[in-house]
């Protein structure tokens, strides 16, 4: 359990600093269809999915325990 919940911490933390990164390249007027701001979109996109799988796995084992 604990690991699973330091996973789902660290996978929340990248998702931060990702938005961080994105929001300072918008600030600097990069282009919404930037190489970048692309990547880093998709990448949060599946950090975020994945944080929320391992949530849920949590969330059964917590039940169960």
Do not use: C, H, P
Request: net charge positive; hydrophobic share 40%.
């Amino acid at each position: 359990m604990f690991l699973l919940a330091f996973r789902i911490e660290r996978k929340w933390r990248k998702i931060k600093r990702n938005r961080q990164k994105m929001g300072k390249l918008l600030e600097r007027k990069e282009q919404f269809t930037s190489l970048r701001l692309v990547r880093l979109d998709q990448e949060t996109a599946k950090l975020g999915f994945s944080a929320k799988a391992l949530e849920n796995r949590y969330r059964e084992l917590e039940k169960v325990s």
